[in-house]
């Protein structure tokens, strides 16, 4: 059977004729549950551990700054040029490389980098996800090449699903070349499913979620 008979046959199940435009398509249902904080965050942390990722909870920017140099303690690290990084203290650590514009020089200093360091412009509480928006302040090489990511979020980024995402940015390409989501170390099986971490990304992922303790 030739093409065009195919595409015949096909325009007559749906009704339609050749060069006939179609229908608008349906508008997206999009729905953002009220959730609070302290659900969001439990959600989160709960996500991401069940993958194997790793959580913990600063009560301020200092005591996520302080988890990330006990992580990073004897290791190369690289750090994004996320302006919240600078405010936990990260990028002026001893041994954390940051500040890099140049995409060779960022790469060689990714490529021999034990951990990377980035913020993330939203997370995700109901899979545990990052949402990475690839800019000069967040190079996408950071969270993708070292073999351990780590991520400092602020809780106000901290969302509760991909609905709540597509409403604050509807359409990512006019923020971004590339949105990239995370959601926990890399894991890759093959065709006999045998699940390995680490093959195409970092096998080892930490969240710090920014957020003070609720007062009793």
Not at 27 to 52: G, K, M, N, V
Not at 161 to 174: K, N, S, V
Request: with cysteine; hydrophobic share 40%.
């Amino acid at each position: 059977m030739s093409r065009e008979a195919i595409l015949h046959r096909v325009r007559t199940a749906l009704g339609r004729s050749v060069g006939q435009p179609p229908a608008p398509a349906p508008e997206a249902y999009l729905r953002a549950p009220d959730i609070d904080r302290e659900h969001r965050i439990a959600s989160f942390r709960r996500s991401l551990e069940l993958l194997a990722g790793n959580t913990f909870r600063a009560s301020s920017p200092r005591e996520a700054g302080e988890y990330i140099r006990n992580l990073i303690a004897g290791r190369r690290a690289v750090a994004s040029n996320s302006p919240y990084l600078i405010e936990c203290g990260i990028s002026q650590m001893d041994g954390v490389i940051s500040g890099i514009t140049d995409r060779e020089e960022l790469r060689e200093a990714c490529a021999s980098a034990e951990v990377g360091v980035t913020s993330a412009d939203y997370a995700l509480a109901d899979t545990g996800t990052l949402v990475m928006l690839s800019s000069a302040a967040e190079a996408r090489m950071i969270s993708l090449l070292p073999p351990v990511h780590a991520a400092v979020v602020p809780v106000d980024r901290l969302l509760t699903g991909l609905d709540e995402l597509f409403l604050i940015a509807p359409d990512p390409a006019r923020l971004s070349s590339s949105m990239v989501l995370i959601t926990g170390p890399s894991r890759t099986a093959d065709i006999e499913q045998i699940l390995v971490r680490g093959v195409h990304g970092p096998g080892e992922i930490h969240v710090v979620i920014v957020a003070p303790k609720p007062e009793t």
